[in-house]
């Protein structure tokens, strides 16, 4: 899912005041449920949220301080229903990422990844449950 943000709307130092906080958290957590709705993305089970800012420039930039931005798109996910809830046991790990892409044009990604990776070495199958590709099918850890 792809966000047109030139920047986070929400940082961990801003001082806002807490009715225009709650105006701008509302504003991102509607977004993020109407890119969830029309991706139609079902209940995904357990995965890792990657958040990628991609910037112009190369100034230099606190990778974590867009958390408040990051927590509202998870809450209008999982309002988009999906998933259950965002609790640890479905959103097992948040990565935060900045990308300096000279010609880009500022905005943030989310991808959503499977959270343990496990990948059949004959198959290639990423899917943790059982998926019988056959005796010889081992899984690992990718």
Known sequence: MTFPYPRPPLTSNQRLHHMTKARITKQVRQQAYALA?????????????????????CRRRDVANW????????DGLTDAGVWADDDSSTVTEVRY???HVRD??????????????????VCGS??????????????GES
């Open 67 to 74: 958390d408040p931005t990051m927590k509202a798109i998870l």
């Open 37 to 57: 709705k029309i991706a139609r993305i079902a209940d995904i089970g357990p995965c890792v949220v990657v958040g990628t800012w991609v910037v112009k420039d």
């Open 97 to 99: 990422r900045i990308r």
């Open 126 to 139: 990423t899917d943790d449950r059982p998926h019988g590709c056959g005796p010889d099918c081992i899984e």
């Open 104 to 121: 880009a044009t500022p905005h943030i990604t989310v991808e959503l990844l499977p959270a343990y990776g496990a990948t059949c070495f």
